[in-house]
């Protein structure tokens, strides 16, 4: 079974320019989400998709982030414009509805480096 | 905002040896999860225990839960130096609706051949 694709692997941006990631979810999954790893701390939850709704965008800084799952497959995440806070990993990983934990299957991260 | 505190930070042990890492949480919680991350990779699920269960094996995996004083600890005997890895606790619990998976800040494993 393949896994959770995600591309590029890595960028390196100047703060204000603007940088997409792509995400591929295990075939079947409904639910797929996006997470923030900053080095040295553990995964911060950015948005969850069921299908092609957002469930939860709490923690999503709105102002320069965004994510779209339109056909309720791949999704995207966007930020625009960048800030030298934002270097950092980011994961997606995705679960089929109503799982726990246990299913949910990660990426292996865009890393992000912002100058 | 993470809610799992592993300690220590950091371990570094001799291959064969037993390596314990504890996990302490604030709030309460449907399940306590152990992760792994190699360097570079992503996240690989470990095992998972319910707050109803004090106390699960898998291979050379030990987890204990105490719910009373929010604390979880991962054993792992008989370490590999492929056991080198970083070690995230994440409690899973309902909140607003949406199942939350809430991570801490993760403990660096060296197990040294």
């Known amino acids: 079974e393949a896994g959770v694709a995600q591309s590029p692997r890595y960028k390196i941006i100047e703060k204000r320019q603007s940088v997409a990631f792509w995400c591929n979810p295990i075939s079947g999954h409904a639910t797929l989400y996006w997470y923030q790893q900053i080095l040295g701390q553990g995964p911060k939850l950015l948005i969850q998709?069921?299908?092609?709704?957002?469930?939860?965008d709490s923690q999503l800084p709105k102002d320069r982030f965004s994510a779209e799952r339109l056909k309720g497959v791949d999704s995207t995440l966007k930020i625009q414009p960048a800030k030298l806070e934002d270097s950092a990993v980011y994961l997606c990983?995705?679960?089929?509805?109503?799982?726990?934990?246990?299913?949910?299957?990660f990426g292996p991260g865009t890393r992000l480096t912002v100058l | 905002s993470q809610q799992g505190e592993e300690d220590p930070q950091a371990l570094s042990i001799q291959e064969g040896e037993n390596a314990t890492m504890n996990c302490s949480y604030k709030t309460s919680i449907n399940n306590l999860q152990w992760y792994r991350q190699n360097s570079g990779r992503g996240l690989v699920h470990l095992i998972l225990i319910r707050s109803n269960e004090r106390e699960k094996h898998s291979g050379r995996l030990r987890v204990t839960l105490d719910t009373s004083k929010k604390s979880s600890s991962l054993l792992i005997t008989a370490s590999r130096a492929a056991d080198t890895a970083s070690y995230f606790c994440?409690?899973?619990?309902?909140?607003?609706?949406?199942?939350?998976?809430?991570f801490g800040k993760g403990m660096k494993l060296t197990v040294n051949p």
């Open positions: 990983a995705s679960s089929l509805i109503g799982t726990s934990g246990r299913d949910r299957f």
């Open positions: 998709f069921q299908n092609n709704g957002v469930v939860d």
């Open positions: 994440a409690t899973d619990g309902k909140a607003g609706g949406s199942e939350k998976l809430v």
